[in-house]
Protein backbone atom coordinates (compact mmCIF):
# COMPACT_ATOMS: atom_id res chain seq x y z
CA UNK A 1 0.00 0.00 0.00
CA UNK A 2 1.28 3.66 -1.22
CA UNK A 3 1.34 6.09 1.60
CA UNK A 4 0.01 9.75 0.40
CA UNK A 5 0.78 12.68 2.96
CA UNK A 6 -1.34 15.08 2.37
CA UNK A 7 0.13 18.41 3.65
CA UNK A 8 -2.52 20.56 5.74
CA UNK A 9 -1.93 24.07 6.10
CA UNK A 10 -4.20 27.21 6.94
CA UNK A 11 -6.25 28.17 4.05
CA UNK A 12 -6.27 24.96 1.79
CA UNK A 13 -8.86 24.65 0.05
CA UNK A 14 -11.15 22.10 0.68
CA UNK A 15 -11.70 20.77 -2.76
CA UNK A 16 -7.48 20.11 -3.13
CA UNK A 17 -7.65 18.78 0.45
CA UNK A 18 -9.99 15.77 -0.46
CA UNK A 19 -8.97 15.27 -3.75
CA UNK A 20 -6.25 12.47 -3.04
CA UNK A 21 -9.72 10.47 -1.49
CA UNK A 22 -11.33 11.01 -3.94
CA UNK A 23 -9.18 9.67 -7.15
CA UNK A 24 -7.58 6.77 -5.26
CA UNK A 25 -10.65 6.00 -3.82
CA UNK A 26 -12.34 5.66 -7.06
CA UNK A 27 -8.87 3.55 -8.08
CA UNK A 28 -9.21 1.34 -5.55
CA UNK A 29 -12.61 0.79 -5.32
CA UNK A 30 -12.45 0.02 -9.68
CA UNK A 31 -9.07 -1.74 -10.02
CA UNK A 32 -7.76 -5.11 -7.99
CA UNK A 33 -4.61 -3.90 -6.99
CA UNK A 34 -4.47 -0.52 -6.12
CA UNK A 35 -4.53 0.03 -2.11
CA UNK A 36 -3.53 3.87 -0.95
CA UNK A 37 -3.50 5.18 2.61
CA UNK A 38 -4.25 8.87 2.40
CA UNK A 39 -2.12 10.73 5.86
CA UNK A 40 -4.02 14.44 6.27
CA UNK A 41 -0.41 16.03 8.12
CA UNK A 42 -0.15 19.24 9.27
CA UNK A 43 1.62 20.91 12.81
CA UNK A 44 0.44 21.55 16.19
CA UNK A 45 -3.04 23.08 16.48
CA UNK A 46 -6.11 22.99 13.99
CA UNK A 47 -5.85 24.71 10.95
CA UNK A 48 -9.01 26.20 8.80
CA UNK A 49 -9.97 25.34 5.21
CA UNK A 50 -10.27 28.07 2.55
CA UNK A 51 -13.11 30.15 1.24
CA UNK A 52 -15.26 32.47 2.93
CA UNK A 53 -17.33 29.08 4.33
CA UNK A 54 -13.79 28.03 6.13
CA UNK A 55 -14.20 24.84 7.80
CA UNK A 56 -11.90 23.72 11.06
CA UNK A 57 -10.19 20.73 10.93
CA UNK A 58 -7.77 18.91 12.72
CA UNK A 59 -4.86 16.39 11.28
CA UNK A 60 -4.77 13.52 12.55
CA UNK A 61 -0.67 13.48 11.58
CA UNK A 62 2.18 15.32 12.23
CA UNK A 63 4.87 16.29 10.08
CA UNK A 64 6.71 13.09 11.01
CA UNK A 65 4.24 11.66 8.98
CA UNK A 66 5.83 12.75 6.05
CA UNK A 67 9.33 10.65 6.79
CA UNK A 68 7.75 7.21 5.52
CA UNK A 69 5.61 8.38 2.83
CA UNK A 70 5.70 7.51 -0.69
CA UNK A 71 4.46 10.50 -1.89
CA UNK A 72 4.30 14.17 -0.10
CA UNK A 73 1.28 16.19 -1.64
CA UNK A 74 1.40 20.37 -0.96
CA UNK A 75 -1.64 22.17 -1.73
CA UNK A 76 -2.63 25.08 -1.54
CA UNK A 77 -2.68 27.88 1.20
CA UNK A 78 -3.19 31.05 2.58
CA UNK A 79 0.24 33.00 3.64
CA UNK A 80 2.28 31.38 0.78
CA UNK A 81 4.58 34.64 0.62
CA UNK A 82 5.53 33.97 3.81
CA UNK A 83 7.73 31.94 5.71
CA UNK A 84 6.36 28.39 6.18
CA UNK A 85 5.31 27.01 9.44
CA UNK A 86 8.31 25.54 11.80
CA UNK A 87 9.70 22.55 10.63
CA UNK A 88 7.97 22.27 7.19
CA UNK A 89 11.00 23.16 4.82
CA UNK A 90 12.83 20.25 7.10
CA UNK A 91 9.95 17.70 6.57
CA UNK A 92 10.17 18.34 2.69
CA UNK A 93 13.75 18.45 2.53
CA UNK A 94 13.83 15.21 4.77
CA UNK A 95 11.38 13.95 2.51
CA UNK A 96 13.08 14.26 -1.00
CA UNK A 97 16.50 13.18 0.41
CA UNK A 98 15.33 10.20 0.95
CA UNK A 99 13.72 9.44 -2.91
CA UNK A 100 10.48 10.68 -1.28
CA UNK A 101 8.35 12.54 -4.43
CA UNK A 102 6.75 15.67 -3.84
CA UNK A 103 4.22 17.38 -5.56
CA UNK A 104 2.60 20.49 -5.04
CA UNK A 105 -0.74 22.49 -6.36
CA UNK A 106 -1.19 25.80 -6.64
CA UNK A 107 0.22 28.00 -4.67
CA UNK A 108 1.75 25.02 -2.57
CA UNK A 109 4.10 25.48 -5.25
CA UNK A 110 5.39 28.54 -3.04
CA UNK A 111 6.12 26.23 -0.09
CA UNK A 112 8.24 23.81 -2.01
CA UNK A 113 10.25 26.55 -4.17
CA UNK A 114 11.50 27.68 -0.36
CA UNK A 115 12.95 24.55 0.34
CA UNK A 116 15.45 25.02 -2.59
CA UNK A 117 14.49 21.77 -4.77
CA UNK A 118 13.05 23.23 -7.42
CA UNK A 119 16.08 25.07 -8.41
CA UNK A 120 17.21 24.79 -12.13
CA UNK A 121 13.99 22.52 -12.77
CA UNK A 122 10.70 23.28 -14.23
CA UNK A 123 7.49 24.16 -12.41
CA UNK A 124 4.00 26.40 -11.95
CA UNK A 125 1.54 27.44 -10.14
CA UNK A 126 -1.48 29.24 -10.35
CA UNK A 127 -1.99 31.10 -13.16
CA UNK A 128 -2.52 34.50 -11.29
CA UNK A 129 0.78 34.17 -9.71
CA UNK A 130 3.24 32.50 -12.04
CA UNK A 131 4.69 36.26 -12.11
CA UNK A 132 5.46 36.43 -9.12
CA UNK A 133 6.90 33.12 -8.14
CA UNK A 134 9.26 33.70 -11.22
CA UNK A 135 10.19 36.93 -9.93
CA UNK A 136 10.89 35.38 -6.38
CA UNK A 137 12.61 32.08 -7.37
CA UNK A 138 14.50 33.44 -10.48
CA UNK A 139 16.64 29.90 -10.92
CA UNK A 140 13.20 28.41 -11.34
CA UNK A 141 11.74 27.92 -14.45
CA UNK A 142 8.45 28.93 -14.08
CA UNK A 143 6.02 27.40 -16.97
CA UNK A 144 2.94 30.20 -17.62
CA UNK A 145 0.48 27.61 -19.14
CA UNK A 146 1.39 24.59 -17.28
CA UNK A 147 -1.68 22.42 -16.70
CA UNK A 148 1.11 19.74 -14.97
CA UNK A 149 4.77 19.74 -15.03
CA UNK A 150 6.92 17.05 -13.99
CA UNK A 151 10.42 17.43 -13.50
CA UNK A 152 12.48 14.70 -11.62
CA UNK A 153 10.92 13.77 -8.51
CA UNK A 154 8.71 17.10 -8.15
CA UNK A 155 5.00 17.29 -9.92
CA UNK A 156 3.78 20.52 -9.72
CA UNK A 157 0.17 21.82 -10.89
CA UNK A 158 -2.09 24.76 -11.65
CA UNK A 159 -6.13 25.00 -12.00
CA UNK A 160 -8.90 24.20 -10.81
CA UNK A 161 -8.69 20.56 -11.15
CA UNK A 162 -4.87 20.91 -10.01
CA UNK A 163 -5.39 18.34 -7.55
CA UNK A 164 -7.08 15.78 -9.32
CA UNK A 165 -4.43 16.14 -11.88
CA UNK A 166 -1.41 15.27 -10.01
CA UNK A 167 -3.02 12.33 -8.70
CA UNK A 168 -3.76 11.17 -11.63
CA UNK A 169 -0.60 11.88 -12.47
CA UNK A 170 0.32 9.46 -9.34
CA UNK A 171 -1.54 6.97 -10.62
CA UNK A 172 -0.37 6.62 -13.82
CA UNK A 173 2.88 6.51 -12.60
CA UNK A 174 2.34 3.49 -10.25
CA UNK A 175 -0.18 1.92 -11.89
CA UNK A 176 0.31 2.57 -15.67
CA UNK A 177 -1.42 5.56 -17.63
CA UNK A 178 -4.85 2.80 -18.62
CA UNK A 179 -5.61 2.95 -15.22
CA UNK A 180 -5.34 7.07 -15.07
CA UNK A 181 -7.32 7.08 -17.86
CA UNK A 182 -10.11 4.82 -16.81
CA UNK A 183 -9.88 6.44 -13.11
CA UNK A 184 -10.19 10.01 -14.91
CA UNK A 185 -13.73 9.04 -16.96
CA UNK A 186 -15.31 7.77 -13.94
CA UNK A 187 -14.32 11.61 -12.39
CA UNK A 188 -14.98 14.02 -15.20
CA UNK A 189 -16.13 14.15 -18.39
CA UNK A 190 -13.01 15.92 -20.21
CA UNK A 191 -13.82 19.40 -20.89
CA UNK A 192 -10.65 20.32 -23.74
CA UNK A 193 -13.22 20.14 -26.22
CA UNK A 194 -14.61 23.68 -25.21
CA UNK A 195 -10.88 24.87 -25.38
CA UNK A 196 -11.53 26.52 -28.94
CA UNK A 197 -14.61 28.26 -27.63
CA UNK A 198 -13.34 29.39 -24.30
CA UNK A 199 -10.26 31.35 -26.12
CA UNK A 200 -12.38 32.68 -28.61
CA UNK A 201 -14.13 34.09 -26.00
CA UNK A 202 -11.49 35.38 -24.17
CA UNK A 203 -10.13 37.30 -26.89
CA UNK A 204 -13.63 38.86 -28.13
CA UNK A 205 -13.93 40.07 -24.76
CA UNK A 206 -10.73 41.42 -24.26
CA UNK A 207 -10.98 43.35 -27.75
CA UNK A 208 -14.86 44.84 -27.03
CA UNK A 209 -13.92 45.25 -23.38
CA UNK A 210 -10.84 47.36 -23.10
CA UNK A 211 -9.82 48.09 -26.82
CA UNK A 212 -6.98 45.97 -27.35
CA UNK A 213 -8.24 44.93 -30.46
CA UNK A 214 -5.16 46.95 -32.64
CA UNK A 215 -2.54 45.14 -30.18
CA UNK A 216 -4.33 41.58 -30.90
CA UNK A 217 -4.30 41.91 -34.13
CA UNK A 218 -0.92 43.48 -34.21
CA UNK A 219 0.66 40.76 -31.95
CA UNK A 220 -0.92 37.90 -34.35
CA UNK A 221 0.58 39.31 -36.79
CA UNK A 222 4.30 39.41 -35.26
CA UNK A 223 3.77 36.16 -33.68
CA UNK A 224 7.61 35.16 -35.49
CA UNK A 225 9.36 38.01 -33.74
CA UNK A 226 10.66 38.21 -29.95
CA UNK A 227 8.11 40.46 -28.41
CA UNK A 228 8.23 42.10 -25.24
CA UNK A 229 5.86 43.05 -22.80
CA UNK A 230 7.31 46.50 -23.15
CA UNK A 231 6.55 46.66 -26.80
CA UNK A 232 3.38 45.42 -26.51
CA UNK A 233 2.29 48.44 -24.34
CA UNK A 234 4.02 51.34 -26.69
CA UNK A 235 2.37 49.60 -29.39
CA UNK A 236 -1.20 49.97 -27.19
CA UNK A 237 -0.05 52.97 -25.67
CA UNK A 238 -0.14 52.35 -22.28
CA UNK A 239 2.09 51.77 -19.74
CA UNK A 240 3.23 47.71 -18.79
CA UNK A 241 1.90 47.99 -15.53
CA UNK A 242 -2.10 49.32 -17.08
CA UNK A 243 -1.45 46.76 -19.70
CA UNK A 244 -0.68 43.73 -17.11
CA UNK A 245 -4.10 44.96 -15.48
CA UNK A 246 -6.23 45.04 -18.27
CA UNK A 247 -4.77 41.29 -19.67
CA UNK A 248 -5.45 40.46 -15.95
CA UNK A 249 -8.63 41.41 -15.51
CA UNK A 250 -10.30 40.25 -18.31
CA UNK A 251 -8.53 36.80 -19.34
CA UNK A 252 -6.45 36.09 -15.69
CA UNK A 253 -3.82 35.76 -17.99
CA UNK A 254 -0.59 38.29 -18.11
CA UNK A 255 0.20 39.71 -21.38
CA UNK A 256 2.83 37.23 -22.29
CA UNK A 257 0.79 33.97 -21.21
CA UNK A 258 -1.77 35.39 -23.66
CA UNK A 259 0.57 35.43 -26.36
CA UNK A 260 2.22 32.20 -25.59
CA UNK A 261 -1.61 31.14 -25.90
CA UNK A 262 -1.81 32.66 -29.45
CA UNK A 263 1.40 31.18 -30.08
CA UNK A 264 0.19 27.65 -29.81
CA UNK A 265 -3.33 28.45 -31.22
CA UNK A 266 -1.43 29.34 -34.40
CA UNK A 267 0.74 26.16 -34.35
CA UNK A 268 -2.05 24.02 -33.99
CA UNK A 269 -3.96 25.65 -36.92
CA UNK A 270 -0.74 25.08 -38.95
CA UNK A 271 -0.58 21.39 -37.78
CA UNK A 272 -4.03 20.93 -38.84
CA UNK A 273 -3.93 22.71 -42.58
CA UNK A 274 -0.40 22.42 -43.26
CA UNK A 275 2.10 19.43 -43.87
CA UNK A 276 4.55 22.25 -42.81
CA UNK A 277 7.83 20.57 -40.68
CA UNK A 278 7.84 21.52 -36.97
CA UNK A 279 10.81 23.42 -37.46
CA UNK A 280 9.23 26.05 -39.73
CA UNK A 281 5.70 25.87 -37.57
CA UNK A 282 8.41 26.71 -34.72
CA UNK A 283 10.07 29.43 -36.47
CA UNK A 284 6.66 31.03 -37.74
CA UNK A 285 5.07 31.09 -34.69
CA UNK A 286 7.80 32.79 -32.24
CA UNK A 287 8.90 29.67 -30.36
CA UNK A 288 12.16 29.63 -31.95
CA UNK A 289 13.17 26.14 -31.44
CA UNK A 290 11.69 23.10 -31.82
CA UNK A 291 12.36 22.03 -28.66
CA UNK A 292 10.43 25.26 -27.04
CA UNK A 293 7.31 24.69 -28.98
CA UNK A 294 6.96 20.83 -28.08
CA UNK A 295 7.68 22.02 -24.32
CA UNK A 296 4.65 24.59 -24.31
CA UNK A 297 2.59 22.21 -26.53
CA UNK A 298 2.94 19.20 -24.31
CA UNK A 299 2.12 21.90 -21.05
CA UNK A 300 -0.95 22.81 -22.58
CA UNK A 301 -2.12 20.21 -24.57
CA UNK A 302 -0.94 17.69 -22.89
CA UNK A 303 0.70 16.13 -26.13
CA UNK A 304 2.87 16.73 -28.79
CA UNK A 305 2.44 18.44 -31.92
CA UNK A 306 3.43 15.10 -34.23
CA UNK A 307 0.30 13.36 -32.15
CA UNK A 308 -1.61 16.61 -32.78
CA UNK A 309 -1.01 16.44 -36.00
CA UNK A 310 -2.01 13.10 -36.50
CA UNK A 311 -5.35 13.23 -34.64
CA UNK A 312 -6.92 16.82 -36.52
CA UNK A 313 -5.84 15.50 -40.28
CA UNK A 314 -7.62 17.61 -42.71
CA UNK A 315 -10.05 15.53 -44.93
CA UNK A 316 -8.72 13.02 -47.49
CA UNK A 317 -7.93 14.70 -51.04
CA UNK A 318 -7.76 18.10 -49.55
CA UNK A 319 -4.50 20.29 -50.51
CA UNK A 320 -2.46 21.24 -48.11
CA UNK A 321 0.31 23.79 -48.25
CA UNK A 322 4.07 23.20 -47.77
CA UNK A 323 6.92 25.68 -46.97
CA UNK A 324 7.60 27.85 -50.07
CA UNK A 325 4.10 27.97 -51.40
CA UNK A 326 2.63 31.29 -50.05
Not at 17 to 34: D, M, S, Y
Not at 65 to 91: E, Q
Not at 101 to 118: E, H, M, Q, S, Y
Not at 236 to 244: D, F, G, H, Y
Amino acid sequence: MSVIAVLALDGVPGHQLTAPGLVFGVAGREHRGVAYEIRICSGPGPRVTGGPAGLRIGAPYGLDALADADVVLVPGHDGFRDAPPAGVLAALRAAASRGGRIAAVDTGTFTLAATGLLSGRRATTNRRHTDELAELHPDIDVDPLGIAIEDGPFLTAAGVFGGIDVCLRILAHDHGRRVAEATSRELITPLHVYADDVQEAIAREVAESVGLDPTLRWMRKHLHEPLTVAGLAAHARTSVSSLTRRFHAHTGLSPLQYLLRIRLEEAQRLLRETDFPVELIADRTGFGTPAAMRRHFRALTDTTPSAYRRAHRVAEGRSRPRPGSG
